[in-house]
């Protein structure tokens, strides 16, 4: 069976992939335009995407006769495809989820304790030649040790930052989620704004896609305590960028840590230019053992499917 990947994985999914399909590797790492997906669709019996590839409604459509039978997506998020037009041929898309999940929590608390101790600033400072030595009212930040943490969206990967900040820095939990959830040492709110207005750090760890675009804007931002911390794991097009930059620059919150963009790899000039904001290249799942297993977990749907199985994670 013809199996296309769209960007290099780790060598050990490539070799275990190549052991059984017919494999073709794009030989480009920037993410498949339209056409090429629409091409693709008519040409593989199987595709292995990732991040950014543009399996949109239009692209899969344009597609009149696939020979494609599975979307067997690199990543747990998969707002860059259109399951709803996928079904519509006939293709099922699965995912990739729990692989993901303490790599990305890690990254919520690098960028939680990057931004509320100022270390970027402080790093920029240093390797700049203008640090003078300790002073003892130099570069305070927030303590994030007892504070209160507010998590937008309790799935797997909030759960998991959430027992990292209360049983490693004694940090008291709320939460919003879409549907009432029970979950060990946190408290539920009524909304995002409530969330937002009680907490010292706001970390959002929704889902992608059409449901939770720009869900936090202008309202969640107002809501905030002037010295609290805004921190995106998620996906960049949950947040309105402009509404963030606005608040950074109105002061309605005191700084923000970022994983991801709205239209990344773009990321605004103005949030580069702020020295109270921590910006990573979306490193969210970036070790080998970590995106091995992502491979592994991908390539399993696609067995799964070779073999007239029921796949792991259909979406």
């Known amino acids: 069976m013809k199996l296309l ?7 050990a999914v490539m070799e275990a992939a190549r052991a059984r399909y017919d494999v073709t590797l794009r030989d480009t790492d920037t993410a498949m335009s339209e056409a090429e997906v629409t091409e693709a669709l008519a040409s593989y019996d199987m595709i292995l995407p990732t991040l950014g590839d543009q399996f949109t409604g239009a692209a899969i459509a344009a597609c009149e006769t696939p020979t494609c039978r599975l979307i067997a997506n690199f990543g747990v998020g998969f707002n860059h495809i259109d399951v709803e037009a996928a079904k519509a041929k006939g293709i099922p898309v699965t995912n990739t989820p729990g692989a993901v999940t303490d790599a990305t929590a890690d990254i919520a608390m690098t960028l939680i304790l990057m931004t509320a101790r100022r270390a970027g600033e402080g790093e920029r400072l240093l390797r700049a030649g203008k640090w003078t030595g300790w002073q003892p009212t130099q570069m305070l930040g927030l303590h994030v040790s007892g504070k209160t943490i507010g998590i937008i969206g309790m799935g797997r990967i909030g759960q998991a930052i ?8 004694d940090c008291k939990i709320v939460f919003a989620n879409r549907s009432e959830k029970s979950v060990e040492g946190a408290t539920q709110l009524a909304s995002i704004e409530e969330v937002a207005a009680a907490s010292d750090v706001v970390v959002l760890a929704t889902p992608g896609g059409p449901a939770t675009h720009h869900l936090i804007g202008k ?3 107002e809501a905030m305590q002037p010295h609290a911390i805004f921190v995106n794991i998620s996906r960049g097009d949950v947040v309105d960028e402009t509404a963030l930059i606005a608040a950074l620059q109105d ?5 923000a840590g970022l994983d991801v963009y709205e239209f990344e790899p773009s990321v605004p000039q103005a949030l580069i230019d702020m020295e109270n904001v921590t910006l990573l290249p979306h490193l969210g799942t970036a ?3 970590v995106r091995t297993e992502m491979g592994l977990m991908a390539l399993a749907n696609v067995n799964a499917f070779a073999d007239g199985q029921p796949l792991p994670n259909k979406v």
Do not use: H, K, M
Request: aromatic fraction near 8%; proline fraction near 4%; charged fraction near 25%.
């Open 287 to 289: 070790s080998l053992e």
């Open 251 to 255: 002061g309605q919150l005191a700084g």
């Open 5 to 11: 990947i769209s960007r290099a994985l780790p060598e």
């Open 219 to 221: 309202s969640v931002f």
């Open 162 to 169: 959430a027992d990292r900040c209360r049983l490693g820095f």
